[in-house]
């Protein structure tokens, strides 16, 4: 065990505690996966304590068995209470019960305080990666980076996927690239797509470049069409057929491939030239005598999408006609690609947060977490712009200034003045927003809906003002102030 002792030193030993130090987990845990389990076990007892428990968290536990064999047995007594330890349910639950995302974001705050990350990676390896994702965000930073690196790199790529762009760069960026490279193979086209797109430009270029093949292809077509078009929402794995084929030859054609895209409730049909034709729905497939043509069946009225259509206008196009997936062409209806309703879904989901956001005058990507700088410099600019307003409508007070000093009721009653008309700001500007987000504004109407609202600020106005100088009058006794 010497001998082994003096080679790990001098080799593994060095960059396996700088990466632990590091809080650089993925690296330690790919380097112990490649390690025979002798050494392993010689690493653990050429370490300090400390550095022994935190090599030991990050052991597989398809390797616990094996490097126990090579320890001293006392050692191995301790790491084995280690373990069982982390295989502890933080809390017990009733049959069926399913945890609350809060439930989970204390466990897992517990075990990292406690220093338990074999049991932070039972948590989260129980988890859907939507729901990991959800929980890093709702993590402080430090804390986030500690729970980040105990995903494991097979499932960090879908992770990813589910996250906002600051918070997908950030943890990428954490991530060695031959980890990142192999993290996101199993992504679809279009999930990678909006990978790239979040990283730093270089980042985003090496991952590109580190794709070979038909897949690097198709993801250059793809990052070529702006993020908010049809073209950066639609994903290349349709399936294609012509309409001069029998649907039993496509049915075989299906069992050929054992396995349906995602969200597949139609096929495309295209001539030899790679012309849209119509669609061939999967219950006509299944239905129909198998003896038919595609051509007799299949349902040429399918509206088809422009590569170039913005993407808000994509997601109206879903709503409308409650579609689950819609094929994208170019301007000579040459097929690219189709778009699915989970990407409408994240589509109007990112809209309805980004005009939630503007309403405050926020990033809808801003990280709850983000440092201090950085969100007091994020909101400044509105700060800045309100604080003018305010000075504006301090001004316009100024000039009833001996008015006030006369009648000292009346500076009572501003705070009811500003506060109504701050609700009724906040009333129209709400359901602007809803318009624009529904596509229900435009250039066309903007001269209508204007009447409409200058008609009902002065209805409530003229009504609301009587309502007010009535109760100023009861509540002061001076009918001058009413009036």
Not at 31 to 42: C, D, E, F, N, Y
Not at 151 to 177: P, W
Request: charged fraction near 25%; charge should be negative; glycine fraction near 6%.
């Amino acid at each position: 065990m010497t001998d082994q002792v003096d080679d790990i030193v001098g080799t593994e030993l060095a960059p396996i505690i700088e990466a632990l130090e590091s809080g650089k987990y993925k690296r330690v845990r790919k380097k112990l996966r490649q390690m025979h389990p002798a050494k392993v076990a010689g690493l653990i007892e050429a370490v300090d304590a400390v550095q022994r428990l935190g090599v030991w968290q990050q052991v597989d536990a398809s390797q616990e068995a094996r490097i126990l064999e090579h320890l001293d047995p006392e050692l191995a007594r301790l790491l084995r209470h280690e373990s069982g330890d982390a295989a502890v349910e933080p809390q017990v639950y009733d049959a069926g019960e399913v945890q609350s995302a809060a439930t989970q974001i204390r466990d897992v705050r517990k075990a990292l305080a406690q220093g338990k990350l074999k049991r932070v990676s039972k948590i989260l390896r129980d988890m859907h990666p939507a729901k990991v994702a959800g929980l890093l965000e709702s993590l402080p930073s430090a804390e986030r980076s500690d729970a980040w690196s105990m995903v494991e790199t097979d499932r960090a790529g879908k992770v990813l996927s589910y996250l906002h762009d600051e918070s997908c760069s950030a943890l990428a960026g954490e991530m060695d690239h031959e980890d990142l490279v192999a993290a996101v193979q199993r992504l679809d086209l279009d999930d990678l797509v909006d990978l790239i797109q979040s990283l730093p430009e270089e980042q985003g270029r090496k991952l590109l470049q580190a794709t070979g093949g038909r897949r690097r292809e198709k993801l250059e077509s793809m990052l070529s069409y702006p993020e908010d078009s049809a073209g950066g929402l639609m994903n290349t794995d349709q399936i294609e057929v012509r309409p001069d084929v029998r649907l039993a030859t496509v049915l075989g054609y299906l069992r050929l491939l054992k396995t349906l895209p995602v969200q597949t409730d139609k096929l495309m049909v295209v001539d030899r030239k790679g012309i849209f034709q119509g669609v061939l729905r999967l219950s006509t497939l299944v239905t129909a005598s198998p003896e038919r043509k595609v051509a007799e069946v299949m349902d040429s009225e399918m509206p088809s999408v422009q590569v170039d259509m913005p993407a808000d206008e994509v997601a109206h196009l879903f709503q409308d006609l409650d579609l689950l997936s819609a094929p994208v062409v170019d301007a000579d209806r040459r097929l690219l690609g189709r778009i699915t309703v989970d990407d409408v879904v994240d589509q109007i989901r990112e809209s309805s947060d980004r005009a939630m956001m503007h309403m405050a005058g926020l990033d809808e990507e801003a990280d709850m977490f983000a440092p201090v700088l950085t969100s007091s410099r994020r909101r400044a600019v509105w700060l800045g712009i309100n604080l003018v307003t305010a000075f504006l409508a301090a001004w316009v007070i100024g000039l009833f200034q001996t008015t006030l000093e006369r009648v000292v009721a009346l500076a009572v009653l501003m705070p009811i003045v500003a506060s109504m008309g701050g609700i009724a700001g906040s009333q129209t500007l709400t359901l602007v927003i809803r318009g624009m987000a529904l596509g229900q504004v435009e250039g066309s109407n903007a001269r209508a809906l204007l009447a409409k609202e200058i008609g009902i600020a002065s209805l409530n106005g003229v009504l609301w003002a009587v309502v007010v100088a009535l109760l100023a009058v009861a509540w002061f006794g001076d009918w001058q102030i009413g009036g």
